[in-house]
């Protein structure tokens, strides 16, 4: 079928975008945290659980509602997340406890999340069979940069509006951004290929993947390889995202420098996704997956060492192999098993991500150097050390047969 005779794939990818950098806009929670512990004289941690109750059903809601994308399509499941994450984040707004942050910023917005951003990807990797890399790195790069687009738009409603208030214009201006975006996702048309391309043919003669259903999935020994490397991998980026700024501080930066750590972070992590989908179409996922977990080892077992300016350096490299893997897992995903059930079977490759969310942050407190303000090596090591075992499991990886 030619390309000509349906919508213009460009769309598809225009809708994501609006999307993901709406979604992405979850990453702002430290411009939260200290307007909520001041008005409310919660403690940090009780108020730090909000982000991580955020990110666990964010990755449970991808499992949810991939499935129903894969079953349904990505339009109505899409909007629906703009709905849960705009009436979550209003009902914030009328917060008293932190029960109810927990309930309606945690839960009803961290499903929304997941709702909305299982479907750019699923249906962006159908309408680019031949730029897989490249488009699912520019949809997750969207996530990471909603960050820099809403950090001083959040800040300038606290100053003005007060932080309650706040999380009710967000709601109404997320909530809008990912319905329109929902608009323009469609899947293609069965047996759609763009003009000029022609499926790969694989070593048994077949063209494409094959469609893998998530039972058969489970199956295969790559999904436990993917599965576990991913997870090592989104820990180390996690334990340095969420402790960039005490990172730098520790390393010698100012109270100011520190602070910048994590704006320089989250542009690495969006150029990662980017650039290194793009450079796995070129070179090949596992290969470039390789490149990115030695870069990512290397950096976290040498990160104790950087001081001064050098520290921004490191914590960004570490920032920039995270959004590769955030860009290439979905497209391994789709190169192993198929588009077909890509909606669930991503889902369960992303459950990675979410436990990793707990257990990089969770590794970095539970080996705190004792004495205040210095930095242990050992979460580091370990957590390097980690992303080593990742490379050996990606260098054994092999596209499955299907039975």
């Known amino acids: 079928m030619s390309e000509e005779k349906v919508m213009n794939r460009w769309l598809v990818v225009v809708g994501a975008l609006l999307i993901q950098i709406a979604l992405g806009a979850v990453y702002i929670w430290s411009v939260f945290k200290a307007p909520l512990m001041a008005k409310f004289h919660w ?204 990172i730098a501080q520790a390393q010698g930066l100012s109270e100011a420098l520190a602070a910048s750590a994590v704006m320089t972070v989250s542009v690495f992590n969006a150029a990662g996704r980017l650039i290194w989908g793009t450079v796995s179409d070129k070179v090949g996922r596992t290969k470039t997956l390789m490149i990115i977990f030695a870069l990512c080892g290397i950096t976290m077992i040498g990160l104790k060492a950087l001081t001064g300016t050098s520290i921004l350096l490191g914590v960004s490299l570490v920032g920039f192999c995270f959004g590769g893997f955030l860009a290439l897992y979905p497209s391994l995903t789709a190169d192993y098993y198929g588009t077909k059930f890509l909606g669930t079977n991503y889902g369960m490759m992303f459950m990675a991500y979410g436990i990793a969310a707990i257990l990089g942050p969770m590794l970095y407190d539970l080996m705190k150097s004792p004495a205040a303000g210095q930095l242990s090596a050992t979460p580091l090591i370990i957590s390097g050390v980690l992303c080593f075992v990742s490379l050996a499991l990606v260098l054994i990886l092999k596209p499955p047969a299907k039975a």
Do not use: H
């Not at 299982?118 to 962006?124: D, K, N, Q």
């Open 43 to 246: 403690e940090p941690a009780a108020t730090n659980l909000t982000f991580s109750i955020i990110i666990l059903l964010f990755a449970i809601g991808v499992v949810i509602f991939g499935k129903i994308q894969d079953k349904i399509g990505p339009r109505w499941v899409a909007t629906t997340g703009g709905i849960l994450l705009g009436v979550g984040l209003l009902l914030a707004s009328m917060t008293t406890t932190i029960g109810w942050l927990y309930i309606t910023f945690g839960v009803i917005g961290g499903l929304g999340i997941g709702a909305g951003y299982v479907c750019p990807l699923a249906t962006c990797v159908k309408w680019f069979p031949d730029k897989k890399g490249l488009i699912t790195g520019l949809a997750v790069a969207g996530f990471g940069g909603g960050a820099l687009v809403f950090t001083p738009v959040a800040k300038s409603l606290i100053a003005s509006k007060g932080v309650l208030d706040t999380f009710a214009y967000l709601g109404v201006i997320f909530g809008i951004c990912v319905i329109i975006g929902a608009q323009l996702l469609k899947n293609p048309p069965p047996g759609y290929k763009p003009a000029g391309w022609e499926p790969p043919v694989q070593a048994t003669g077949k063209t494409g993947a094959a469609d893998f259903s998530t039972g058969d999935m489970f199956k295969t020994a790559q999904f436990y390889f993917m599965w576990i490397s991913y997870l090592f991998g989104s820990a180390a980026g996690l334990m340095i995202i969420s402790n960039a700024l005490p």
